[in-house]
């Protein structure tokens, strides 16, 4: 691959276009894939690499370009645009690279490794100012993407930071094979109850395991929501997740979730938000149908599964949301009951 007239050419075929972004009042480059790729780990460093003269810095949202970049020494904040390279400075990585990565990605938190041996990392993170304590635990492979990992605990803090102590009973983030339970790969988290720990699939944070993923399901979007950039996937499943500790608070605050479930289906045209969900039993009445379809259309076919994984997708979009994807009317209602029941403080 090679960067020619603002274009990045994969042999004879224009694969990509550089067009100008303005972040945060200053001059930016964007990538534009001009022909239908599977973004695979090894592309990813192709790409980096014909954007070695760029003086410019990068906005770009993709994990694996995000992760390749930064080994080649682009640098910035989480989830903002990158810098290019300071060919002048020296190296700084230290003993623990990712671990320093990891720290410098999230100021004001304490990173600290946990325990010996490099086959498991374990990582203590602590925010003071009464938003507590995580441990993070993942296996120790050096296709971890730091600034993923940062995302992840990121998220994970700020929901705490809002929700304070409703939120504050996911004490631990596992990211392990298999931790979404389907050996299908459709889901990329899972919950249990009571446990205090969220589980992460790797194919998150480890840069082979997404490339996998990707090339596995060739481009095909999931069936659970996919979050606007510049969030990560991580961000998303980890709201998602936990949202799963969360609505335990609501199940048990008297009115809540039938007022919820009301509020939800009004926004439907339907009398409960149950109903909607039951739009594609034989013989549902037309409008629960159509309510049905709009959970589709507007959260994720994924969220038709319960009222639990409803809410669940609705969080994560909520959550996730950002000032140039505006969320669909029925993800603002639920933001907005959100509000209205647990008012920030
Ligand atoms: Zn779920």
């Known amino acids: 691959m090679e960067l020619r007239d603002g274009t990045i050419w994969q042999g004879s075929t224009a694969f990509a276009a550089l067009e100008r972004a303005e972040i945060d009042g200053s001059e930016a480059v ?12 090894e592309l990813a460093r192709e790409l980096v690499a014909a954007m070695a003269t760029i ?27 990158l810098s290019p390279p300071d060919r002048t400075a020296r190296g700084t990585a230290g003993a623990d690279p990712c671990v320093g990565a990891v720290r410098d990605l999230l100021p004001g938190v304490e990173v600290t490794r946990r325990g010996p041996g490099r086959r498991v990392l374990r990582l203590r993170a602590d925010a003071g100012d009464g938003v507590g304590r995580l441990h993070l635990k993942a296996p120790g492979r050096d296709d971890l993407m730091p600034e993923v990992v ?10 705490r930071r809002r929700y304070g102590r409703m939120a504050a009973g996911v004490q631990r983030i596992t990211i392990d094979d298999g931790a979404g339970g389907f050996d299908d790969h459709s889901h990329a988290g899972s919950t249990q109850g ?73 926004e439907l045209g339907v009398e409960t938000f149950e109903h909607a969900l039951r739009g594609r039993d034989s013989g549902a009445p037309e409008p629960w149908r159509a309510g049905f379809r709009r959970i589709v ?49």
């Open 30 to 41: 964007a990538l534009r894939p001009l022909v239908p790729a599977v973004l695979d780990r």
């Open 55 to 81: 003086d410019r810095r990068l906005a770009i949202g993709d994990e694996l370009v995000r992760a390749e970049a930064r080994r080649a020494g682009w640098r910035g904040p989480l989830r903002r645009a």
């Open 150 to 159: 940062a995302a992840a605990l990121d998220t994970a803090f700020a929901i």
């Open 194 to 266: 009571g446990s205090g720990t969220i589980y992460l699939e790797t194919s998150l944070a480890f840069a082979d395991a997404m490339s996998d993923q990707r090339r596995r399901t060739a481009g095909r979007p999931g069936i659970s929501a996919a979050v606007p950039r510049p969030w990560l996937a991580i961000d998303g499943v980890v709201a998602h997740e936990i949202w799963h500790n969360m609505d335990a608070t609501l199940a048990v605050t008297p009115g809540v979730y039938v007022e919820l479930n009301r509020a939800l289906g009004a």
């Open 297 to 345: 259309e507007e959260v994720s076919p994924y969220a038709t599964s319960n009222m639990r994984e409803a809410t669940a997708e609705l969080f994560k979009l909520w959550w996730c949301a950002t000032p140039t994807s505006p969320t669909s009317p029925l993800v603002a209602r639920f933001g907005a009951l959100l509000d209205h029941f647990y008012p920030p403080s």
